[in-house]
């Protein structure tokens, strides 16, 4: 009988020479990408009527399997390394509200609403296709994303901000000068906000349009400042993906500059590192690379300690 640690093992991400949790991944992998083909084709009528019943028996297939996953996550969790401190109690409570208990949780729960509540054919449709998001689980660069955007958070909060300003400034001024001659596109601030929308981000529908001589000044000026307001939240993920790139480049040489420095690197050590470095997209052979140039330069000159998160000397 599989015991807690060994669970916990297989439903983490699996690392190098462990089959059994690569098949388990490969396997929930595969229930993601079946459930979402199959919520996309249902969606067709000449196909949703005609395989009704494979179609449900597909849902109800996934749901068990995602039910069993999310339970035996909460019951394991407690063996992750940041959670043996903590009583099982809060370490299970701590993880119901990470981002991706959140997410699994998402995946299993309109189905079972749906059986109490009765929903509407096409929002049942939208929310069950949230568990495309449970794919963060096991790309690397997704992974990095959630993180970007958790350390950004403040930031991005902040130009969100400043983007619903300059909605609702820009939807002013629009109706401010067209509502005289055109009441119907642009009757009230509100409806003005679509055309604004629109213009802001350079989309540009051409459904709703100035035709007055300083409706259409205002909207050259709206669409100039929209090029440099919607870039910034895509130039600030840029950078943030590129920073923790880095970041976590330097946490793995410190890493295995760590490994190499305490005597040498066993298979456990080995396995460990290949499993970090699949974390920012690195494989097997450039990880050796990368050992054997910390290798050369850890011959050459003494070590300061350095933090094995950020990569940064202890002072």
């Not at 109490?116 to 096409?122: K, L, R, S």
């Not at 600030?236 to 790139?245: D, I, K, V, W």
Request: charged share 15%; aromatic share 10%.
């Amino acid at each position: 009988m599989l015991n807690r640690r060994r669970v916990y093992e297989i439903l983490d991400t699996a690392v190098q020479g462990d089959r059994v949790s690569y098949v388990a991944d490969l396997f929930v992998v595969g229930c993601i990408i079946l459930s979402a083909a199959a919520i996309v084709l249902e969606s067709m009528p000449s196909l949703g009527e005609r395989f009704t019943p494979v179609f449900r028996g597909i849902e109800y297939f996934v749901l068990a399997v995602f039910t069993v996953e999310y339970g035996l996550r909460w019951w394991s969790i407690v063996e992750a390394s940041s959670e043996h401190s903590a009583s099982p109690l809060r370490a299970r409570l701590r993880y119901m509200v990470s981002f991706y208990a959140i997410i699994d949780l998402i995946a299993i729960l309109p189905t079972y609403l749906s059986f109490v509540f009765p929903f509407d054919g096409d929002m049942f449709r939208a929310l069950r296709i949230l568990r495309l998001f449970k794919l963060a689980h096991y790309i690397p660069s997704l992974r990095i994303l959630t993180t970007v955007l958790a350390n950004q958070a403040k930031t991005l909060a902040a130009i969100l901000i400043i983007l619903g300003l300059m909605l609702v400034l820009t939807s002013s001024g629009i109706y401010a000068f067209e509502r005289a001659a055109q009441p119907d596109s642009f009757a009230s601030i509100p409806a003005a906000m679509w055309w604004a929308v629109a213009t802001l981000t350079t989309v540009g529908y051409g459904d709703v349009t100035p035709i007055t001589d300083m409706g259409k000044i205002f909207a050259a000026l709206v669409t100039l400042i929209g090029i440099g307001i919607v870039a910034l939240p895509a130039g600030l993920l840029a950078s943030g993906f590129s920073e923790e790139l880095s970041r976590r480049h330097k946490a793995l040489e410190a890493e295995i500059r760590a490994a190499m420095v305490a005597g040498p690197v066993t298979v456990e050590d080995h396995a460990a590192l290949v499993a970090r470095a699949a974390q920012v997209n690195i494989d097997e052979s450039a990880l050796a690379q990368m050992m054997d140039e910390v290798e050369v330069t850890t011959a050459s000159a003494p070590v300061a300690d350095v933090c094995p998160h950020c990569g940064k000397p202890i002072v």
